[in-house]
């Protein structure tokens, strides 16, 4: 019974941040946006305080359900050891856990948030790779099935629904994801969570805390034959059955063991006594093994470290009557990336942002995609190839659990300057050919562009734009709009800070 609720809450819980990543029109955010909010590091590093104290209490009172239940990684390896049992019933066996592995892990990651390295935050952060894998593998596929729909509802004379672009944002974090993917289902099939115990930080924090949890699964020795079973069915590989022993501090709360054994030895209880001799026990012999004296330091600093932390190509495209290619735009040198406003700061994104792609994948115009650089890898930036940031969307703002980027209003945002228009006059058709254009300023919301005369004193020759970088709120609809190809001959530069104009 409890092995079905839990597998119920675990599927209901993976639908939904699932959903959260394909969703392209912004509805499934106003359900199941809260389910992005609740995950352990992010609300950490938004110092969502009742959230934290929620996962802790709940981890104190049940064990680490929330790695069985409500982490969508440990979900989705607990789908892949499912399929491994099928292969190879009673597969798994006890082993002794690997503290210092888990401890370094933390630290480092510890170290990463503190240093502000986003790329190691990124690929350590279990939400975030679940993220990643859903929007670079599964979201293209969604939408080329929603593309399917779309058409064949235009034949039949209905526009409920429409089709939208697949292009890859990045090839960097689609091979992370790939490889990510590939790595996490092998794990699994083989060996169960082996990621969760070894590598994942926020299943070592949540470990400590479990070893003491007043709910957990006990053995009762005098019912208990000594067959193994429940060892061999562990996908954490925390049972020593000879020695009747469980390692709660790895113990998903899965509630597998409690179904295989016949016996019925095995049961979910409310111990406290048993809890604290067994955390005792724990804590005694990982002192034996010589493991946990060095771990439990390092927990300890990595705790007060992470702590500070929080305080401190393309679709081709033809003109009308397909008489010729439009060559596509390249993306300009820039001497400072563009982050959305929202952000307040480029170190305030990478400081916070974990690189789940979830702002990514609710843009709406294609400006969003994640970085390619070494120290902000996979976190999002802007650019205007395919679209500019308009005025009215807000989307990203919404979404973002970690505080990466804070909540804004339109109203916010139409005075939010992210970054500045500069003009390039060697790419600008003016100049070039000698025809009028204007397009930059015409389609400028923030009415920063002006067109004057090429020629001062003659104001029959051909105008060409002049920026007001203290109206520019940096929204690239000069950028994206302008005719120019492959370059822009305006594109827009990036502030590290941002300011209100």
Not at 154 to 165: A, M, R, V
Not at 228 to 238: H, M, V
Not at 313 to 332: F, H, N
Request: one cysteine or more; hydrophobic letters at 45%; a positive charge.
């Amino acid at each position: 019974m409890l092995k079905k609720l839990r597998q119920s809450l675990a599927a209901v819980s993976i639908i939904m941040v699932t959903l959260l990543f394909l969703d392209f029109t912004g509805t499934v955010h106003a359900w199941f946006g809260w389910m992005a909010k609740i995950q352990f590091l992010p609300a950490l590093l938004a110092l969502n305080l009742g959230v934290i104290v929620a996962l802790v209490a709940l981890t104190l009172l049940l064990g680490r359900v929330y790695c069985s239940v409500i982490c969508p990684l440990g979900i989705m390896q607990d789908g892949f050891a499912w399929f491994g049992k099928k292969a190879k019933k009673n597969r798994y066996s006890y082993s002794p856990a690997k503290n210092i592995l888990r401890y370094v892990m933390l630290v480092i990651m510890a170290i990463a948030i503190i240093a502000g390295i986003g790329s190691v935050v990124a690929l350590l952060a279990p939400y975030s790779a679940y993220g990643r894998i859903v929007q670079s593998i599964l979201a293209p596929v969604w939408a080329f099935f929603n593309n399917l729909l779309a058409s064949w509802a235009e034949k039949e004379g209905s526009y409920s629904f429409y089709t939208i672009d697949i292009w890859l944002k990045s090839g960097i974090t689609l091979g992370v994801a790939i490889l990510t993917l590939v790595a996490l289902g092998i794990l699994a099939w083989r060996n169960g969570r082996t990621y969760c115990n070894t590598v994942c930080p926020v299943g070592t924090v949540l470990g400590l805390l479990s070893r003491f949890s007043l709910f957990r699964p006990v053995i009762d020795t005098s019912k208990c034959n000594g067959c193994g079973l429940c060892a061999r069915n562990c996908k954490s590989a925390c049972i020593d059955s000879k020695s009747h022993k469980i390692d709660y501090s790895r113990c998903v709360t899965c509630m597998d063991c409690l179904s295989k054994c016949n016996k019925g030895a095995i049961s979910y209880a409310f111990s406290p006594k048993a809890n604290m001799k067994a955390g005792n026990e724990a804590i005694a012999a990982d002192t034996d093994s010589k493991n946990v004296d060095n771990g439990r330091r390092q927990f300890l600093t990595a705790g007060v470290a992470i702590a500070t932390a929080a305080a401190a190509t393309a679709q081709e495209k033809v003109v009308d009557g397909g008489l010729a290619v439009i060559e596509d735009k390249k993306i300009p040198h820039r001497k400072t990336r563009i982050v959305p406003p929202g952000a307040q700061s480029i170190r305030n994104l990478t400081t916070h942002c974990t690189a789940c792609q979830l702002c990514v994948s609710v843009c709406p115009n294609g400006v969003l995609r994640p970085s390619s650089d070494v120290l902000t890898l996979m976190q999002p930036e802007s650019s205007y190839e395919r679209g500019y940031c308009r005025p009215e969307c807000t989307k990203c703002s919404n979404v973002c659990p970690t505080g990466a980027i804070l909540p804004i209003s339109v109203a916010d945002k139409s005075s939010i300057q992210i970054g500045h228009a500069v003009w390039v006059k060697e790419n600008c058709v003016p100049v070039t050919d000698g025809v009028e254009c204007g397009n930059c300023a015409r389609h400028c919301p923030a009415g920063a562009i002006l067109m004057v005369p090429s020629v001062a004193g003659d104001d029959s020759s051909p105008k060409i734009p002049v920026v007001n970088t203290e109206r520019c709120i940096g929204c690239g609809a000069c950028e994206n709009l302008c005719p120019s190809r492959p370059f822009s001959a305006i594109y827009v530069e990036g502030h590290e800070r941002h300011r209100v104009i």
